[in-house]
């Protein structure tokens, strides 16, 4: 049985990492999410779990669990959650991952603990079952829905279409994945690469996708990796709603494998916006 872990604060380096996965949450995240939350609100001998821009903290009598390297991963868990889910935040502590997992409800924003199983003891089981609620540092739990509400169509043809709900720009990379026109173009452009798992679930750690423009046409940048080998098994991917189409650059142990036939000038910019995501060190 593993033994409790007690008082760890890890800062793990970030040499390797992706740019975006450098450990800050942004502040957008953070005034959706960020804070403290508790079982009780008011209560000192509640658990607590507490948000940070670069750390996750949990807290139980003397019990102190606390990750850094902080990120957020719409898509953590894949298609299919319920409407009350938002993110998942991830922590590094030593050899594992603290996880919290955010919801809103109509009562407002809460939290589920989701850790390694390494670290369920420490935590103890019975408090992954619980809800914990962000407090406004009385008695009460945060009532207004921190999170956006699912958004309605975008201007713009490569966010017109909602993806779950959300404009895909919105998501994570899995997110793709939802529309099943743009998970057929996804497949598609793949070819026999859609063999590789992650690829194919796009499961991995992701920054949320953003809107960018590129050769003079608009298109959402979709970037993703592979669980645990980020460094070596990483892609980015540009989407376009209208046409249908995607371009990529796979890049798998040293191999770099264009999809969708892009066109030169995308192609170009393609190998520029992969060494921003995943070669560019943090200032």
């Known amino acids: 049985m593993n033994r409790p872990v007690r008082g760890v604060v890890l800062a793990l380096a970030a040499i390797g990492m992706p740019a975006w996965?450098?450990?800050?949450?942004?502040?957008?995240?953070?005034?959706?999410?960020?804070?403290?939350?508790?079982?009780?609100?008011?209560?000192?001998?509640?658990?607590?779990?507490?948000?940070?821009?670069?750390?996750?903290?949990?807290?139980?009598?003397?019990?102190r669990i606390a990750g850094s390297n902080v990120q957020s991963a719409a898509s953590f868990y894949g298609p299919g959650q319920p409407s009350e889910f938002r993110t998942v935040l991830?922590?590094?502590?030593?050899?594992?991952?603290?996880?919290?997992?955010?919801?809103?409800?109509?009562?407002?924003?809460y939290l589920k603990l989701d850790p390694d199983a390494s670290l369920v003891s420490a935590i103890g089981p019975a408090l992954l079952q619980q809800k914990f609620r962000r407090c406004d540092g009385s008695s009460k739990p945060v009532q207004s829905a921190a999170a956006p509400a699912p958004s309605q169509a975008s201007s713009g043809a490569t966010t017109a279409k909602t993806f779950k709900g959300y404009a895909l720009h919105e998501l994570g990379a899995?997110?793709?994945?939802?529309?099943?026109?743009?998970?057929?173009?996804?497949?598609?452009a793949l070819g026999p690469l859609s063999k590789e798992p992650w690829l194919a679930k796009?499961?991995?750690?992701?920054?949320?996708?953003?809107?960018v423009k590129v050769a003079g046409a608009d298109y959402v940048l979709?970037?993703?990796?592979?669980?645990?080998?980020?460094?070596?098994?990483?892609?980015?991917l540009l989407y376009s709603a209208a046409p249908d189409a995607v371009y990529g650059k796979v890049y798998q142990r040293g191999r770099s494998t264009l999809i969708g036939s892009p066109p030169p000038a995308v192609a170009s910019e393609l190998e520029k916006l992969w060494t921003t995501e995943w070669r560019s060190q943090p200032k």
């Open 222 to 236: 979709v970037s993703a990796c592979k669980n645990h080998d980020c460094a070596e098994n990483n892609t980015v």
């Open 202 to 211: 796009l499961d991995g750690p992701s920054p949320q996708n953003k809107r």
């Open 21 to 63: 996965a450098q450990g800050k949450l942004d502040a957008h995240t953070m005034k959706a999410f960020g804070g403290t939350y508790q079982v009780e609100c008011g209560n000192n001998a509640s658990p607590k779990a507490t948000v940070f821009a670069d750390a996750l903290v949990f807290l139980h009598g003397d019990k």
């Open 90 to 109: 991830l922590g590094e502590t030593p050899g594992a991952q603290l996880r919290f997992a955010l919801y809103v409800d109509k009562y407002g924003p």
């Open 174 to 188: 899995a997110g793709l994945l939802y529309d099943p026109r743009a998970k057929a173009t996804y497949y598609r």
